[in-house]
């Protein structure tokens, strides 16, 4: 699951959904970790992961 490079906001989007899919092992202990540490559905969990995830390889920051 190669992300693709870019900063353009389409790019971040791709980015995210292909996240969303199917988390790897690896990401699916870190998911149950963030889930309960937070109190949050695994799902949230998951969608929080892939934002930070995708803005983190575009560079960016996540806006408040």
Known sequence: MPLKKGKSQKT???N???LMKKPS???SK???TLAK???ISRKEAQRKQAVAI???SAGKKRKK
């Open 16 to 18: 995210i959904k292909e």
């Open 54 to 56: 995708a803005l983190s």
């Open 25 to 27: 092992k690896a990401r």
């Open 30 to 32: 870190g998911l149950a």
């Open 12 to 14: 971040i989007s791709k």
């Open 37 to 39: 540490k937070q109190g």
